[in-house]
Every structure is written in structure tokens, then in C-alpha cells.
């Protein structure tokens, strides 16, 4: 994606649009006020730039405009505001500016925070354009968590995304994961996260969704995204809404690495625990870019080779920037507060208890201990052979002293012991049934 030799400011993207005579469109808001279009009035010369704005805050209304929706805040729905409202910018204003005018529509549908603070404050955002007047429309949808504590800020921050969308697609000149960086300008760090964007349409014909939810992540412009068993990205908040979740954490570098039977056999022994549930859990892989076990500096190009191999094997895949698994039960309880189930082996089991990893927290690994096993979470632990468990841990920089193992045989969770007083703590979650030995048949004696 070709950049903006200089960043400019929200207000002069959306007085750069206003005055440009070729480019003309409809804005299309519900749910947190009209927070894009808002901008191209305050900066004066709207007319030159909006042929409509609308929103239709009252569901009867809303469905009589756009037809009824399973749910408003949802990609379908955004999908028929796009639908509608570029169908009728064309049908009315096409014979007049189609031979001079590159036509859009964008649409938002949002539940921003409420008086209770109770939502789950998201929205989804789409924008279909023309790269040449007359030409064939292109699709850019997006679904964005808004983080800031109030209405006000979220409103703020949607209308500056808005805007940075708009500008950016239509200054562009060629269309890959750069663009997506942009969408961030004139943001702080941590206001908004994007977990999925969705292209359709020539101009995006060369963009994969693997490099797209990869740039993501690496760039901080989200905490996880998640694929498909077919490796395309789906919204986290839909998928993993009100359902149980069994996570294998690891790092995949090799394609022995990749066995859906750990996560099958997790699945099992979930079952055997909550037999009632009401859907199948949501198994899946994740890899997280931020892992303590290797160096920073690892390319794109080989975090895409490992996603090809994880999304090939039929699996879904969450790809994150977190670091620690407390992290992950943070993220995760806030879509479900089911069941939540960490499948690994025992040496990483052994490394969650490796109290430097925690000195970023002031309460330390106690503090972690407490925020991973929050609200029905467990560990399920697989065995390994003893050559793999010590194998494993001499690739980390951990003090090979903090842990033993007895026998000879495969290394279970009953075959490690943590130097004291650590090893009480050990002890201590292990008797709490907090850690669940998993009957998998992939290691064999020495």
C-alpha cells in the first residue's frame, strides 16, 4: 500500500475528501451517532463529498430500510446497509457523475457503552468503493472491539477510524496489509483493536487473509485474531461467545508439532467433566507472536509458513500478541465465561511455573496463578518423553535447577517437583484440580 508521504490530521483527511470533486458517496451510521459524517461537516464543504447521510436507530425502522437482521451489530447487517445504499447512490446519481465520479458507501452498525456499562462494546464497519469512476465496487469490512471506558471516547475514536478508512483507500494506489496500518493515525495505542477485515473485489485479489490477520497482530492493531479450519478470519466475539474453549498454546514450528489428536483427546476429557454443554467446545491452536521462548526479530514470511501449516490441519487457529496464558484467560473471559481448558505438555507446564516470566507483575507468580485459574479454568496436560521434556527446556533460558524429574519412564504432571517453596504452590493447584493429567497416547517409554 503506498503511504501518505506525511501523516495528516483527522481533520485534514476529511477536508481533502470534501474538496475532492471525484470522489462522492452515502454514510450510512447506526448505534453510536453519526461520528464519521460528523467530521466531513465540521471541516466545512460536506456537499462536495456526502450525496446522503442516515442512520436508523429504531430496530422496526432499521428493518424496513434494510430488511430484517438476526442480529444489527453483525457483518450481514452491515453487508445490507452496503447493499442498499450504494444500489440506490447509483441508481439516482449514476447517469448524472458515473463517467467522472468514483462512487462509494460506508455503514457502521455499533453497540457503544451503555449508562450500565454492561456492553460488549463493537462494531462492524464496511466501505464499498470504486477505484475509477465507472469501474467494478470493491468491499472493505472490518469488526473493531472499542476499549476506551466511555461512550464519549468510543464515538471519537470510531469517527477517526471512519475517516482514516475513507482517505486511505481512496490515496492509495495499490492495495496490500499497508493498509491497514493507517487506519490507526491520528489513534492512541490500545483505543480500538481490529480482529478481522474482510476484501472483496479486484483490487484486493492479491491479499491473503494469513497476511492479513498476521499484520494485524505484529503491528498492535489487535490482541488476537482467529481462523477457520479453512483459514479464513472469523469475528472472536461471535465464535467464542457463551461456549467452551480448549486452547493448545505452542509455538509450530515444525508440522510434527501440529497433532489434532492432543486437542481431541482434551475434548474427551472436557466432556467427561461438563457432558450437558449445549454446543461442542471450540478447540483450536494458538500461537502467539510475543512468546517468551524465542527471539523477537522472526519474520513475517516464517509466522506465515507456520499458520499455513496449523490452518491446514483442519483446526482453528487463534494467532495473539499475548505473552503469559493469563493474558489469555483475560481475552477469553471476555466473550464466555464457559469452561475454559489449556492443553500443553509438560515441560510447558513446567515453564508456566518459572516465577521470572512474572516480574512485570507486582504480585508476581502468584498474581499470575490467580488471574490464569480464574472462573473454571484448568490445565490439561499431556505427557512427553523424558529426552522431549529435557530437550524442550534447554531451548528456553530458564534456570534448569527450578525443576527435576523422577523415574525413567514418560514425564507426567505427578513426575516433576519445583524447588521449595515453589513446589508448594505446585502441590497446591495440582490437589485444587486445577491441573488434569490427559490419557494421550502419543509418547512412548525409553
Known sequence: MATTTEELSTHQKALALNLDPNIYGTIAEIGAGQEVARWFFRVGGAAGSIAK??????????????????????????ISMLDKEYRLLCERLGEDRQSHTRFYAFANTVTAQNYKGTHDCHGWIGLRYQTAPGSEPNDFILHVNMRDRTNIRQQEALGILGVNLIYSIFHSDRYDTGLLKQLFEDLTPGRLE???????????????????????????????????????????????RKREVILERGLFKHSTEV??????????????????????????????????????????????????????????????????????????????????????????????????????????????????????????????????????????????????????GPVSIHDIEFRLPLGLLYQYVLEAGWIVALPYEGVTSE
Open 259 to 408: 497433532k489434532p489428536e492432543i486437542l481431541h483427546a482434551a475434548s474427551e476429557q472436557l466432556h467427561l467433566e461438563s457432558p450437558d454443554g449445549a454446543r461442542d467446545p471450540l478447540t483450536a491452536m494458538e500461537l502467539s507472536v510475543k512468546n517468551f521462548r524465542e527471539d523477537a526479530d522472526v519474520e513475517d514470511s516464517e509466522y506465515l509458513r507456520r499458520l499455513q501449516g496449523m490452518t491446514s490441519s483442519g483446526q482453528w487457529t487463534l494467532l495473539t500478541r499475548l505473552k503469559h496464558s493469563y493474558s489469555l484467560t483475560d481475552y477469553l473471559r471476555r466473550y464466555s465465561q464457559e469452561p475454559l481448558r489449556f492443553s500443553m505438555g509438560v515441560s510447558a507446564l513446567a515453564m508456566v511455573f518459572f516465577e521470572e516470566y512474572y516480574e512485570n507483575l507486582p504480585g508476581g507468580l502468584l498474581e499470575a496463578t490467580g488471574k490464569l485459574f480464574a472462573n473454571n479454568v484448568k490445565i490439561y496436560v499431556h505427557p512427553m518423553s523424558r529426552t522431549d521434556f529435557i530437550e524442550h527446556l534447554k531451548t528456553t533460558n530458564l534456570d534448569a535447577n527450578f525443576v527435576t524429574v523422577s523415574g525413567d
Open 53 to 78: 447521510t442516515i442512520s436508523t436507530y429504531d430496530m422496526k425502522v432499521s428493518d424496513q430500510v434494510y430488511g430484517k437482521s438476526r442480529r444489527y451489530v453483525s457483518r450481514e447487517r452491515v
Open 194 to 240: 481490529v480482529d478481522l477485515v474482510d476484501t472483496a473485489g479486484p483490487a484486493f485479489s492479491g491479499v491473503s487473509p494469513l497476511e492479513i490477520g498476521l499484520t494485524l497482530v505484529r503491528n498492535g492493531l489487535g490482541q488476537a485474531v482467529l481462523y477457520t479450519p479453512d483459514g479464513e478470519l472469523a469475528a472472536p466475539n461471535e465464535v467464542i
